[in-house]
């Protein structure tokens, strides 16, 4: 795989995650999140290439649907995924939130709570 500077900053999480390939469904944990790609291990096997549907649950009760994200790499059962079809509403709240948490963020910080990123999704 060459390498590359992904585009968005990713910020460490923890949240659970119910995902479909074709008539499958999968469980596991986002570990982290940028505005267009997600790390998570489940226990649904996902292929390089697979295109994949996903509902993350927030900790704050509230969920972010993905309609489309085709697997980019897999390493036994985690999974680089990125997004190819989110709502617009979804995506615009994911980036100001994302921002807020890049300006709220001190440098000794040792990493954000999913609430930093996405709260009052």
């Not at 995924?81 to 995506?91: A, D, G, M, Y």
Request: net charge positive; hydrophobic share 35%; charged share 20%.
């Amino acid at each position: 795989m060459p390498f590359s500077i992904r585009p968005f900053r990713r910020f460490p999480v923890s949240c659970p995650v119910t995902y479909h390939a074709g008539l499958f469904e999968g469980y596991g944990t986002v570990w982290n999140l940028s505005l267009n790609g997600w790390r998570l291990s489940g226990d649904l096997p996902l292929r390089v290439g697979e295109t994949c549907s996903m509902t993350v649950n927030l900790p704050n009760q509230q969920h972010v649907f993905v309609a489309g994200a085709i697997v980019r790499w897999a390493r036994g059962q985690e999974y680089g995924v990125e997004s190819l079809v989110v709502e617009k509403h979804t995506h615009v709240r994911l980036e100001r939130q994302g921002q807020h948490a890049t300006q709220k963020r001190k440098p000794s910080a040792p990493c954000l709570s999913l609430g930093d990123v996405v709260e009052n999704v």
